[in-house]
């Protein structure tokens, strides 16, 4: 069974700074890995998406990464912002059926961007 | 823009009342999912759906039931609504994954059920 786990749970930084954020999964038969936002009471953005083949995906200031042999992945925030501040998910897809995928999601690190 | 609705926001049932949550896309999307989300426990798919009047049991489905009539529209029932199931639901939607597509899941905004 495909477990995925984001670590830290909570992170606090200073306007500016350089966001990391860890995400592993046990099971490197996916499809694919996203990442998400999360803002408080509301429900999930996806920010990028990392097709299986590839071994990161860049957007702005974000840029993540895949290394699905360790079954890892990073997402970067540079120069973070006050606005940043939410939670991160990690979700990786894989297909169940010829025409559905399925989303294991981990448990999010939630960011506090201090202005 | 791709757009998913959830019929309530919030929402305060007493147990043993039958409670439906009703999601709705725009996109035509072929797959649909309810997920519930609960402190530290993350994001749990209850159900999901790659057709009309197609179904399939997620990781928890115990309590609850769905349907789906018309593509558009996702529906979660819960039979006979209990204290545990107070949770955020979450309502989204994808198109099969075809070659090199993104096959994105968009989420609806949620609704925080509260059973009294």
């Known amino acids: 069974k495909q477990e995925v786990t984001q670590i830290p749970a909570a992170l606090s930084v200073p306007e500016g700074e350089n966001l990391v954020l860890n995400c592993s999964f046990t099971d490197s038969a996916i499809y694919n890995l996203q990442w998400f936002r999360q803002d408080p009471g509301k429900g999930l953005t996806s920010l990028l998406l990392i097709q299986s083949s590839q071994r990161e995906q860049t957007s702005g200031r974000l840029n993540a990464s895949l290394d699905k042999s360790s079954g890892r992945s990073t997402l970067y925030i540079a120069a973070s912002q006050p606005g940043d501040s939410a939670t991160y998910l990690c979700?990786?897809?894989?297909?169940?059926?010829?025409?559905?995928?399925?989303?294991?999601f981990g448990g999010g690190t939630r960011v506090l961007v201090k202005p | 823009d791709v757009k998913v609705t959830q019929s309530s926001r919030y929402l305060v049932k007493r147990t043993g009342e039958k409670v439906f949550l009703e999601c709705v896309q725009d996109m035509d999307h072929e797959n649909m999912f309810w997920y519930r989300q609960d402190p530290g426990l993350g994001l749990r798919l209850i159900y999901f759906s790659y057709d009309v009047k197609m179904k399939e049991k997620g990781d928890i489905p115990e309590g609850y039931s769905v349907s789906r009539e018309k593509k558009e529209r996702f529906s979660l029932i819960l039979e006979s609504a209990s204290t545990n199931q107070t949770s955020m639901y979450l309502c989204?939607?994808?198109?099969?994954?075809?070659?090199?597509?993104?096959?994105?899941?968009?989420f609806g905004p949620g609704t925080r059920l509260t059973v009294l």
């Open positions: 989204a939607s994808s198109s099969f994954p075809r070659g090199n597509s993104t096959d994105t899941q968009y």
């Open positions: 979700a990786v897809s894989y297909v169940i059926k010829a025409a559905g995928n399925k989303l294991t």
